[in-house]
């Protein structure tokens, strides 16, 4: 896997009053990729930034909007004892010395996957809840009806 930084952006993509226009510095990729068609639309709203519409190739065809929807890993209930131990037993000092920095960064990330798909559980998204509406967003909601009833019966 290569990290390229491109520029593809050729036009200012922000008008702040008095102030320079300026423009987007890079896009990050992972690939090299040919300069895909941009176009360049007013802003939205009260924002000064220009909305830029890219076209990017997908790398195998794959829509990962859709994948992520039927089953995610669920990282809140992952095993990070036995993480961490998968982790220890990477043997440092050999991939340090021995192995270029791509390639150092091939063998960790091969480990952390590995790891992750051994130690973190799957778990289906059910259809009549929303994506967004986490384990945070319940506890949340817990803490506020909570200081509503304390709140409600301070007033009797």
Not at 99 to 110: G, M, P, Q, S
Request: aromatic letters at 10%.
């Amino acid at each position: 896997m290569v990290n390229t930084i491109d520029q593809w952006v050729e036009e200012s993509t922000r008008y702040s009053g008095e102030e320079e226009p300026s423009m987007l510095d890079q896009v990050f990729t992972k690939k090299p990729e040919p300069p895909p068609s941009i176009q360049y639309f007013s802003p939205m709203g009260r924002s000064d930034h220009v909305t830029l519409v890219l076209e990017i190739q997908e790398e195998d065809g794959t829509r990962y909007r859709e994948d992520y929807k039927k089953e995610r890993l669920n990282y809140a209930r992952a095993d990070s004892e036995k993480l961490r131990e998968s982790f220890a037993d990477i043997e440092r000092r050999n991939i340090i010395n021995r192995r270029a920095l791509h390639e150092k960064y091939e063998i960790f990330l091969h480990k952390n996957n590995e790891g992750v798909k051994k130690y973190a559980p799957i778990y289906r998204v059910r259809k009549n809840i929303h994506t967004w509406y986490n384990a945070i967003c319940t506890e949340a909601k817990k803490v506020k009806e909570k200081a509503w009833k304390k709140l409600k019966k301070a007033e009797k």
